[in-house]
């Protein structure tokens, strides 16, 4: 299950982000958002556990946070006219490297910009969310 933390952190620093973007990447910020949230629900409901290893690019909490991105690029690609280069920019400004106050690598909770990228191409390439497993690669 997602944590408070988790949520509320995500919550938070995306759409602040993209203050000042292009306002489809504003828009598209706000999707992803949402998307990303719906995701962590539909992770909960099928009881996927985000571990207890807390940071780091490759912890659990990273991969449970990428999968929720690979789902919400399932879910986003299936709107009617969603431009992709708009919410590769908003995914992109989700990162944890990205920003005023970019984290070091150990410090990562949500992952890299080329990450958290890559898993939502990922689901939006596959439209299934089978696409969507973090935990088994050696790399997320």
Avoid: K
Avoid at 23 to 39: G, N
Wanted: proline share 8%; with cysteine; glycine share 8%.
């Amino acid at each position: 299950m997602s944590s408070p933390e988790t949520t509320t952190s995500t919550a938070s620093s995306t759409p602040t982000a993209a203050r000042g973007s292009e306002p489809a990447v504003a828009r598209a910020s706000r999707v992803h958002l949402l998307a990303h949230e719906y995701a962590h629900a539909v992770q909960d409901a099928r009881e996927v556990d985000p571990g207890d290893e807390r940071t780091g690019p490759a912890s659990s909490t990273v991969r449970y946070e990428l999968q929720a991105d690979c789902l919400a690029g399932v879910f986003v690609a299936s709107v009617p006219g969603a431009d992709r280069d708009a919410f590769a920019a908003a995914v992109r400004l989700g990162g944890d490297d990205i920003g005023p106050d970019p984290l070091t690598p150990q410090a990562f909770a949500h992952g890299s910009a080329e990450q958290r990228l890559r898993w939502f191409t990922r689901g939006w390439q596959a439209r299934d969310d089978a696409a969507c497993d973090t935990f088994t690669p050696a790399r997320p």
